[in-house]
């Protein structure tokens, strides 16, 4: 048996009834912006640790590489948290927008410290594991202070301050 609800009309949330049982999954917003943050941190500790040694051969056909690095990984990622962004903010609770607000930063940290841990042991990345790990760095850091400053704005719209 499958119930799928709006539960609030501020908050995209829905529930999920399994098997008749009294559990609840809540899937919202939010929570699909924090897991799509720890899964490419995942992907880039896979890629910056795991696949540290990886080249590819000479002469061999490196745009799919590319393709499958932007446009399968880097740009979902941009626009689940662009949607998670433009849909939840100020309607969460402040808890959950923190950890939100923090898990955007989190492939930037993901990112210097594994450059970082290359560095101390010496070892070699190739230019493809630092644009890569820029390109999400840098959006990372802007997705934490667009995700702020936004919250910040509508709080205090809320409150009627500064208005």
């Known amino acids: 048996m499958v119930d799928i609800s709006q539960s609030r009309q501020d908050s995209p949330e829905v529930k999920v009834q399994l098997s008749g049982r009294r559990s ?3 899937f919202t917003a939010r929570m699909i912006s924090i897991w799509s ?5 995942l992907g880039l500790m896979w890629f910056m640790w795991g696949r540290s040694d990886w080249a590819p051969e000479p002469g061999a056909n490196v745009e799919h590489f590319w393709v499958r690095t932007f446009i399968f990984g880097f740009t979902p990622y941009v626009i689940i948290q662009q949607w998670t962004l433009s849909i939840t903010t100020a309607r969460d609770s402040d808890v959950v927008a923190t950890i939100d607000k923090f898990m ?3 492939p ?3 990112v210097v ?8 042991a010496e070892g070699t990345l190739s230019w493809r594991h630092h644009v890569i790990g820029l390109v999400y760095a840098a959006y990372s850091f802007s997705d ?13 719209r809320q409150l009627g301050v500064g208005v």
Do not use: C, H, K, P
Request: avoid cysteine; charge should be negative.
């Open 24 to 26: 609840w999954i809540v």
């Open 37 to 41: 943050a720890v899964v490419v941190d």
């Open 104 to 106: 955007a930063l989190s």
């Open 108 to 110: 930037m940290i993901v």
């Open 113 to 120: 410290g594994l450059e970082l841990y290359w560095l101390g």
């Open 144 to 156: 934490y202070f667009s995700t702020d400053v936004i919250n910040q704005r509508l709080r205090a």
